[in-house]
């Protein structure tokens, strides 16, 4: 399994994994000789602020304060389609958000273990869930273009402050597939 849960989930030095996020996307935008274009580079910035999902309005609001000008939505939707299409952000359907792939490049299925509480976001890549997922797609004749499994619970942080306020555990399975 890979997995980018132990910082998703945890307190940690967020700069890291934002320059290593910046780092692989300009490489992999190299290597396939597509251009990562600044309007590109920086909606890949602010999904990558936190570990949590961003929308697209999200995205439209902050670059408009940022930029100083109202930003155009097709302008944004443009660059997470290419963000998309290169594996280097990933939707959320349940949550109609945006999520930085912490393993670009490298073939892996998305599975989400999104926390309800603070929203964070962690995602796996779990080989019995892909063997699975093919298995079954094979035996129904159905052609994969795209998976992405979204769990909804609890981190272990989150778990730890809920102890005492309602108890409730549960974790919900959303598939999407
Ligand atoms: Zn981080
Ligand atoms: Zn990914
Ligand atoms: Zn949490």
Redesign the pocket.
Known sequence: MITNSR?AYQQ?D?LR?QNAAMHQARTLCARDEVRLTPIRETVLTLIWQS?RPLGAYDIIEQLSESSGKRVMPPTVYRSLDFLLARGLIHRLATLNAYIGCPFPGSAHSNVFMVCRLCGSAAECSVDAINSAIIATAARTGFEIESQTIEVSGLCPACQVDAVGQDGDQETNQDSAL
Request: charged share 0%; net charge neutral.
């Open positions: 910082v940690h967020h994994c570990h």
